[in-house]
């Protein structure tokens, strides 16, 4: 349904005279059917955010193509009929309600903008229907304003209002982690819902454990790169990349946001490889790496499994 052919994106930063680029995302290629939800982990900076932004229309690719059904998303030049079946939810829930309408008025704009064809008595009973199916109860919040409601209870407003446009994909950018630990509960099990109609989830998160509580698939991201990919059983119960293998054991420290803890490199023929280009950017972290370690690609290790590591 939604697919991403060798995607990259460089930023530009730096200023005048000291002009850098950071590839934030490298050639990578996934994709997510109908009724699946693909989680990418990958710790901080690692360009998460950057494919969600991509996949939303917000930021361009500088190469590659997301692909919608086959058709380029950037080459769809209707907002309107893109964002109808593309959506996007943040971590601050906030930041996409308008602030001065109640919830009534934003479920009727819906309709208005995305859902004409639907009677005005009929909406009014898949807006209960939906907010029922979110755990949430119509009477306790179509009257509220945004700042009247909680965290969680917004996060899940947003996926009704996803459910109620029937979207086809939604990429859910760290929904839970700003939430208390049932209410996160509460809002995964309101985005199963979403997948239950059919929609492409990209579920963008630290958590592991969530990862494998919702997800079909998983891709993980190193400094842009996908170092390992595949079904979330297959990867979860053998982990073949150092980098999946050690996030794996740091499970039980979850709600801590991954550092970038980089350990100290004493091996001088790894510190030498650092600085050559084409080398695995695991290099620098990695227990089994050496100067071989040369442009790794993903390799088919089993069905729906896949590693880049050429020591494999
Ligand atoms: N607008 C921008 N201009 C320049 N660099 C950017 C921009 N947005 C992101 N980056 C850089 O791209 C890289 C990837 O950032 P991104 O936000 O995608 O990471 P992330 O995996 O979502 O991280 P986090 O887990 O902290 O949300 C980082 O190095 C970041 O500094
Ligand atoms: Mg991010």
Known sequence: ???????????????????NTITAVDEVNFEIGKGEI???????????????????????????QILLEDKDIFSISNNKEFYSKVQGIFQDPYSSFNPIFKVNRIFKLVRQSFKKEVPASEWNDRVENVLKKVGLNAG???????????????????????????????????????LDASTRVDVLEALLSLKEIGAAIMFITH???????????????????????????KVFSNPRHPYTQMLLDSIP???????????????????????KEGLCKYID?????????????????????????VKL
């Open 253 to 275: 420290q979850l709600d801590r946001k991954w550092e970038t803890d980089r350990i100290d490199i004493e091996d001088s023929d790894k510190k030498q490889a650092i600085w």
């Open 38 to 64: 693909l989680a990418l982990v990958g710790e901080s900076g690692s360009g998460k955010s950057t494919i969600g932004k991509m996949m939303l229309k917000l930021l361009k690719p500088s190469g590659g």
């Open 285 to 309: 972290r990695c227990p089994i790496a050496d100067t071989s370690c040369f442009k790794p690609t993903l390799k088919l290790v089993e069905e729906d499994h896949y590693v880049a590591c």
């Open 1 to 19: 349904m939604i697919k991403a052919k060798n995607l990259t994106k460089v930023f530009n930063s730096g200023f005048l005279f000291s002009k």
């Open 207 to 233: 958590d592991l454990s969530q990862a494998y509580y919702i997800s079909d698939k998983i891709v993980v991201l190193y400094r842009g790169s996908i170092v390992e990919m595949g079904s979330i059983e």
């Open 140 to 178: 306790d919040v179509l009257n509220k304003y945004i700042h009247q409601l909680s965290g969680g209870q917004l996060q899940r407003l947003l996926i009704a209002r996803a459910l109620l446009m029937d979207v086809e994909v939604l990429v859910a950018d760290e929904i839970t982690s700003m």
